[in-house]
């Protein structure tokens, strides 16, 4: 593994067309807050403009937890205004990020993914969890409620009232339930995880990474009805691809009026 960016509570390295992106605030649980986000923020910006990087893996850094949410320190402490305007905003902007990263993305899960931890995993394309990952969306217990679409990308995996259960009651459920919910994707032995989302992330790898990420439009796209943006995009990419893309750009360089075909 390269390392390539970060910070001390963030770093990201490159395996070949692997980008690994590791939470290591480790002796908060990776519990996010805004430097956390931030960080988090450029390093999916670097990723989405790599033209090398092919997929990405989002992990941690300690066994212990993947992500245990939001920090109850840095959110506790805001007015109404500063939560709405600031904290819930930027969390959906970054979060909407990796939910959209062009290239397919695997959450690495050992230990807890809690609250917003779970919210960050549900943006993944896929998740990978060792069989000690535990699952909950605790906010009710502590008087609030899932901010960072939890209740809308959950649900899209799970169902509802799977989704209810868990939020009504913030009662955790193990790696196993997680899987037959369809929560995560593979369950792989304790510590096992990142190398089961390595091997996974080589096979998709492998594949012809424009496919891949067209495909990827494609089914995002019909999952949240939000087909025109998918269609933009496509159309961007086949027009400017084709010979009188071509044609007009050194037409555009050469004062002319282009010729088409």
């Known amino acids: 593994?390269?390392?390539?960016?970060g910070t001390a509570e963030l770093q990201v390295?490159?395996?070949g067309a692997i980008a690994t992106v590791t939470?290591?605030?480790?002796?908060?649980?990776n519990a996010l807050d805004q430097p956390l986000l931030d960080a988090l923020d450029a390093a999916l910006d670097a990723i989405d403009r790599d033209p090398g990087c092919?997929?990405?893996l989002l992990a941690s850094a300690s066994p212990k937890a993947f992500c245990a949410g939001g920090d109850i320190a840095a959110w506790g402490a805001l007015s109404p205004r500063e939560m709405a305007t600031r904290w819930i905003r930027d969390g959906h902007r970054i979060f909407d990020r990796l939910a959209g990263l062009r290239q397919p993305t695997i959450a690495v899960i050992e230990g807890i993914a809690y609250g917003g931890g779970l919210e960050l995993a549900a943006c993944c394309d896929l998740r990978v969890a060792?069989?000690?990952a535990r699952f909950a969306l605790p906010e009710t217990t502590v008087a609030?409620?899932?901010g960072w679409a939890g209740t809308l990308r959950v649900p899209r995996l799970i169902g509802p009232a799977r989704t209810k259960r868990l939020a009504f009651t913030g009662d955790p459920v193990d790696a196993?339930?997680?899987l037959a919910w369809g929560l995560v994707d593979e369950v792989a032995p304790a510590g096992a995880a990142l190398a089961a989302a390595r091997a996974l992330a080589a096979r998709i790898a492998r594949s012809s990474a424009l496919s891949v990420q067209v495909t990827k439009q494609m089914i995002d796209?019909?999952?949240?009805g939000q087909s025109v943006v998918a269609l933009d995009s496509l159309a961007a990419q086949v027009t400017l691809a084709g010979p009188d893309a071509a044609e007009a750009r050194a037409a555009f360089r050469e004062k002319r009026k282009p010729s088409f075909e």
């Open 1 to 5: 593994m390269t390392p390539v960016a």
């Open 13 to 15: 390295g490159h395996d």
């Open 23 to 29: 939470l290591a605030r480790t002796a908060k649980a």
């Open 54 to 56: 092919k997929v990405m």
């Open 130 to 132: 060792g069989e000690g």
């Open 144 to 146: 609030t409620a899932p």
């Open 176 to 178: 196993a339930t997680a």
């Open 221 to 224: 796209a019909a999952v949240s």
